[in-house]
C-alpha cells in the first residue's frame, strides 16, 4: 500500500515536524508513506475574491502535480463527511482489498481548495468541524493514519 500526503506550506515549526517525523515513522510499519509540499501562494489580507480564485488555482496546480496518476484522491475538507476513526480505518482497509492501494490525502492551504482539485477528489474528509492550521492538520492526519492501521490489526494504540 502506498500513501502520499501532498499538502500547502511548509511547516515552520520545529515540534510539529518531530511529530510529522515521529508519525511518519510508525507508519512506514505498514505502508509506503510520501509527504510532499507544494508552495503556498502570498496574499494580502483585503486581497479580492478574483485575487483569493487565481491563488487557489495556482495552488491547486501544484498540489495536483503532487498526485500519482491513478491514485485515489481524500481531500481534507470541511465540507467533506465526517468520520470516526473507525470509519477511517475501513475506507483505508476497503480501498486496499479493492485493489485502490494508492492513496493521496490532500491538505489546502488557508484559502481552501480551487474547483479543480475538488473535482479531482475520489473522496472528502472532515476531520472537525473547527478549522485547524495547515501545518496542524498534517500531524492529526498522519496520526489518524497511525491509528487506521492499528484498529484494521487489532493491535493496542499507546502514545
Do not use: W
Not at 483585503?46 to 491514485?71: M, Y
Not at 472528502?124 to 495547515?134: A, L, W, Y
Not at 492526519?141 to 494504540?157: G, H, M, T, V
Amino acid at each position: 500500500m502506498r500513501i502520499g500526503i501532498a499538502a500547502i506550506g511548509k511547516v515552520k515549526e520545529r515540534y510539529l515536524q518531530q511529530a510529522i517525523d515521529d508519525y511518519s515513522r510508525r507508519i512506514s510499519r505498514y505502508c509506503r508513506l510520501d509527504v510532499r509540499t507544494a508552495q503556498e501562494e502570498p496574499f494580502v489580507d483585503g486581497d479580492s475574491q478574483a485575487r483569493l480564485a487565481q491563488l487557489r488555482a495556482a495552488e491547486g496546480k501544484r498540489l495536483l502535480a503532487l498526485v500519482r496518476p491513478g491514485s485515489h484522491v481524500i481531500a481534507c475538507d470541511l465540507a467533506g463527511r465526517e468520520r470516526t476513526s473507525e470509519e477511517l480505518s475501513a475506507l483505508i482497509a476497503g480501498l486496499a482489498v479493492s485493489g485502490r492501494s494508492d492513496i493521496a490525502f490532500l491538505i489546502g492551504g488557508p484559502r481552501g481548495y480551487s474547483p479543480e482539485v475538488l473535482a479531482r477528489a475520489d473522496d472528502r474528509v472532515c476531520f472537525s468541524r473547527m478549522t485547524f492550521p495547515h501545518q496542524l492538520m498534517r500531524v492529526i492526519l498522519l496520526e489518524q493514519i497511525y491509528r487506521a492501521f492499528k484498529i484494521d490489526r487489532n493491535e493496542p494504540y499507546h502514545y
